[in-house]
């Protein structure tokens, strides 16, 4: 459970193999493809309500939590049983992103509509809070010691930063329209995918400011970690840029398939998982030597928008 | 005539739309035509970003910068001084007989999408003809939970596969008359 917990966001640990299980949002098909990444094959398909496209891993790997924006659902699978478990309907709203707390407790989840974010009870599985925030909330993520909470509010150009102790949101600008909020394995940084000026930002989150940008293709969505280095998948030029986090330069821009969306990065730090929204399939992509290692069919118009990876 | 609309039998509605909202659930669609001709004739005739008078419902097409990265056009429908729909080629791939194109400015009581993107690619075909696909992605006009019937998912939908239908049909005409 530490372990997981401590790669959740891209870390470098020293790990034994481990078996790495995607839980992909097919928000057109509406259900979550259940995909072996070791045996490159989808082992269940689990039917939810709505059109998925939010989702989270828990840190202790038991549940996935999975958002429905059109239904209000936030839907519980049991990792296994490899079944819906719960349901939680909002009363109102579009919720978009999703975050577990590190400890596990709670759930964060960012309302599209309502500049806000629902705080749930993962054991009730209840709304027990909600913070403001900017409009448009879409990526969202917590820092690995469970302090900071970080919300990437699309149109506003920011991301929101909220101290979860004492509930002090600092906002700091990004480029235009992020999507997509990457955290650190340390909790230094943050990463938003800007979709209107295509670039990438990278937020230094204790002093609040802008440490760096750089260019992506068209319209990224989001952004993994791995091996000293940042993947964006760009949904319009088909690419993933591949920059290095020290230097900020892009090394690489990849191949993909068409309309990558959500990116996440194996627990053994070694590969990156993406979805392509058009082409229903995952690809996972070696982090050191960028060769494609498996494309994987999976239902109709993959997401995966959050942290969507679990470990055995 | 006067709106892609009208042109193939939708109502006209009206909305104000802010420009880069967007709903929940981005919609998909993949339309395939066979064309009894050579890919490359095909290419020729719908391979110019510059001219979209293969369409039946455009009138007119003027832009700027041709086939390069970033070229605009603004497609003119129905008749002069009919409603415009302004477009940017974002990728042009000419060995893959393969263009991509997205709106910038759109009305959405002429198209009743937002955030739309196009991928127009002439595949070889059956017997030496073509296979022309025209794909597109998009959301629905209204960005907010419980839109009104005109401007849902389906409506969206409804209306692009009207526009593609459209235009790969009367394509296919035009080539089969001319064999």
């Known amino acids: ?312 | 005539m006067k709106l892609w609309t009208l042109a193939l039998g939708f109502a006209v509605i009206a909305a104000p739309m802010v420009a880069e909202a967007h709903g929940p659930t981005r919609q998909k669609i993949t339309i395939t035509q066979e064309v009894a001709a050579p890919p490359d004739e095909v290419w020729a005739r719908v391979g110019d970003f510059q001219d979209m008078s293969w369409h039946p419902a455009v009138h007119s097409t003027t832009g700027e910068n041709g086939n390069e990265i970033d070229a605009t056009r603004v497609l003119t429908l129905g008749e002069e001084g009919g409603p415009t729909i302004a477009e940017v080629l974002y990728k042009y791939r000419r060995e893959k007989r393969s263009y991509s194109y997205r709106i910038t400015a759109v009305e959405v009581d002429v198209l009743p999408v937002t955030n739309y993107s196009s991928h127009v690619t002439v595949k070889d075909g059956a017997d030496g003809g073509s296979l022309v696909e025209w794909k597109g992605a998009f959301y629905r006009g209204y960005p907010n939970n419980d839109p009104p019937e005109h401007l849902n998912d389906e409506a969206a939908i409804k209306a692009v596969t009207g526009v593609y239908e459209a235009g790969l049909e009367a394509l296919a005409a035009e080539f089969a008359e001319t064999q």
């Open chain 1, 1 to 312: 459970m530490i372990l997981r917990a401590l790669v959740a966001a891209g870390g470098l640990l020293a790990a034994p193999a481990l078996a790495d299980t995607a839980w992909v949002t097919n928000q057109s098909s509406g259900d979550v493809s259940v995909v072996d990444l070791e045996g490159k094959t989808v082992t269940a398909t689990i039917p939810v309500a709505g059109q998925p496209a939010g989702v989270a891993a828990a840190p202790d790997g038991r549940h996935v939590y999975i958002v429905s924006p059109d239904t209000r659902t936030i839907t519980e699978i049991d990792t296994d049983k490899r079944a819906v478990s719960r349901t939680l309907t909002l009363d109102d709203g579009g919720p978009t992103g999703i975050a577990v707390a590190p400890d596990g407790g709670r759930l964060y989840v960012t309302d599209w509509y309502e500049a806000r974010v629902f705080v749930i009870d993962r054991a009730a599985l209840k709304l027990i809070d909600e913070i403001e925030v900017g409009t448009s909330p879409s990526g969202i993520a917590v820092t690995p010691d469970g302090k900071r909470l970080v919300t990437a509010d699309r149109d506003d150009d920011q991301v929101s930063i909220i101290d979860l102790a004492t509930g002090t949101r600092r906002i700091v600008k990004t480029g235009e329209r992020p999507f997509g909020v990457t955290i650190d394995a340390a909790g230094e940084r943050a990463y938003t995918a800007d979709v209107g000026t295509d670039t990438v930002t990278v937020i230094n989150l204790e002093s609040g400011t802008v440490i760096g940008q750089i260019p992506t293709g068209e319209r990224p969505y989001a952004v993994a970690l791995a091996q000293g280095k940042g993947f964006a998948t760009d949904q319009y030029a088909e690419t993933i840029t591949v920059f290095d986090i020290e230097t900020f330069e892009v090394i690489e821009t990849l191949d993909s398939g068409e309309y990558p969306e959500g990116i996440a990065t194996t627990a053994d730090g070694k590969r990156i998982v993406f979805a392509n929204w058009f082409s229903n399939s995952i690809w996972v992509i070696d982090a050191a030597t960028f060769e494609l290692i498996a494309e994987i069919e999976v239902g109709d118009g993959p997401r995966a928008f959050g942290q969507f990876l679990t470990a055995d």
